[in-house]
């Protein structure tokens, strides 16, 4: 009886040590190696002999301003993307494993330079083929889908207002500023062109006919306020435009620099370059009394900088192209 206990004993020791061997395997070899964050075109990049990378790091965004931090300290950071928690960064290879192994890092992408080519095997497309497509006729008729109600969003270059949109763009986001609301712009003119296919409206003129009176109005206010056609009476007014903006917003004018530009027969714009200092509060007096001037101005491009840890000295550099008639240019 003795020896049948002990030898049921020491099979349910050997069945308890294999158990526990058994339930022990997965959490010995379940973590395995840990798993890159960065796609094959980071990884390849040191095959290639590059010894620094411009990647998208992606991270989570409790953690937005911390990797933020340490990305400086590695690289350069080109870009804060706050809307999807990413950054563009320069940064050397060897740097990255601190990243791989940050909890808050979700993933680290090239930045890859994107070119347009032209593929020539492409047969191309009949203008019809939409309308074929949804069963209509090669042409309009009546009783068409008029496409009424239908929104549509567009990510692309931007688009311009005009005419044929009618002013039927609803709202327009800025997503290389952080997907900021703005006025509707397009440098490049291939997302007016898409959204022209889209949504331009065919109206022969027609709108165009209907505004006539407020272009000719607002045509005549512009003539009434361009700059005079002589161009040493032109600078004076801008220097004292200036001089009155500065005096009114409590900001200091460090340097206006003039240049004329031929732009065509009809016309041709003075250019200034002005450099202003003072604290956030009075610029923006300064830059929203320049943009209410009535003078026929144009303000090109803005920059803010600034002098100091805190932002209580800031630089501003603006870019303003003043407009000039000529139809009734006067000698010099």
């Known amino acids: 009886m003795t020896l049948m206990t002990s030898h049921f004993s020491r099979r349910i020791v050997s069945w308890a040590l294999a158990l526990a061997i058994v339930l022990a395997a997965p959490s010995a070899f379940a973590g395995g190696p840990p798993k890159s964050k960065r796609d094959l075109q980071v990884r390849e990049a040191a095959t290639h002999g590059a010894s620094t990378v411009?990647?998208?790091?992606?991270?989570?965004?409790?953690?937005?301003?911390?990797?933020?931090?340490?990305?400086?300290?590695?690289?350069?950071?080109k870009a804060d993307h706050t809307l999807i928690s990413a950054f563009t960064v320069e940064i050397p290879l060897e740097k990255l494993d601190d990243f791989d192994n940050d909890d808050d890092v979700l993933s680290m992408s090239i930045?890859?330079?994107?070119?347009?080519?032209?593929?020539?095997?492409?047969?191309?497309?009949?203008?019809?083929?939409l309308r074929s497509t949804l069963g209509l006729a090669s042409t309009p008729q009546r009783g068409d889908v008029s496409g009424a109600g239908v929104g549509v969003a567009i990510v692309d270059s931007g688009i311009l207002?005009?005419?044929?949109?009618?002013?039927?763009?609803t709202a327009?986001?800025?997503?290389?500023?952080?997907?900021?609301?703005?006025?509707?712009?397009?440098?490049?003119?291939?997302?007016?062109?898409?959204?022209?296919?889209?949504?331009?409206?065919?109206?022969?003129?027609?709108?165009?006919?209907?505004?006539?009176?407020?272009?000719?109005?607002?045509?005549?206010?512009?003539?009434?306020?361009?700059l005079p056609n002589n161009?040493?009476?032109?600078?004076?007014?801008?220097?004292?435009?200036?001089?009155?903006?500065?005096?009114?917003?409590?900001?200091?004018?460090?340097?206006?620099?003039?240049?004329?530009?031929?732009?065509?027969?009809?016309?041709?714009?003075?250019?200034?370059?002005?450099?202003?200092s003072g604290d956030l509060g009075?610029?923006?007096?300064?830059?929203?009394?320049?943009?209410?001037?009535?003078?026929?101005?144009?303000?090109?491009?803005?920059?803010?900088?600034?002098?100091?840890?805190n932002g209580q000295q800031l630089t501003l550099n603006l870019q303003i192209s003043g407009l000039v008639l000529l139809s009734q240019r006067q000698p010099q």
């Open 111 to 129: 930045d890859a330079t994107l070119t347009g080519t032209l593929n020539p095997g492409v047969v191309p497309v009949q203008g019809t083929l």
């Open 161 to 169: 207002q005009q005419l044929d949109f009618d002013r039927r763009i």
């Open 172 to 226: 327009f986001y800025d997503f290389t500023k952080g997907g900021v609301a703005c006025a509707p712009y397009d440098d490049y003119g291939h997302g007016t062109h898409v959204a022209g296919v889209i949504a331009a409206q065919v109206n022969n003129g027609r709108l165009l006919i209907q505004r006539e009176a407020s272009l000719r109005s607002r045509w005549d206010q512009m003539r009434t306020n361009t």
């Open 231 to 276: 161009t040493s009476l032109a600078e004076q007014q801008m220097l004292k435009a200036f001089d009155n903006w500065s005096r009114g917003s409590g900001a200091d004018v460090n340097s206006i620099m003039p240049q004329w530009k031929n732009d065509s027969d009809d016309y041709m714009t003075l250019n200034c370059r002005v450099e202003a």
């Open 54 to 77: 411009q990647v998208i790091v992606r991270v989570k965004p409790r953690a937005h301003g911390r990797i933020k931090n340490l990305l400086n300290k590695a690289g350069v950071v």
């Open 282 to 309: 009075t610029l923006s007096r300064f830059i929203y009394d320049v943009e209410k001037d009535p003078m026929a101005l144009k303000l090109e491009s803005v920059e803010l900088s600034t002098r100091d840890n």
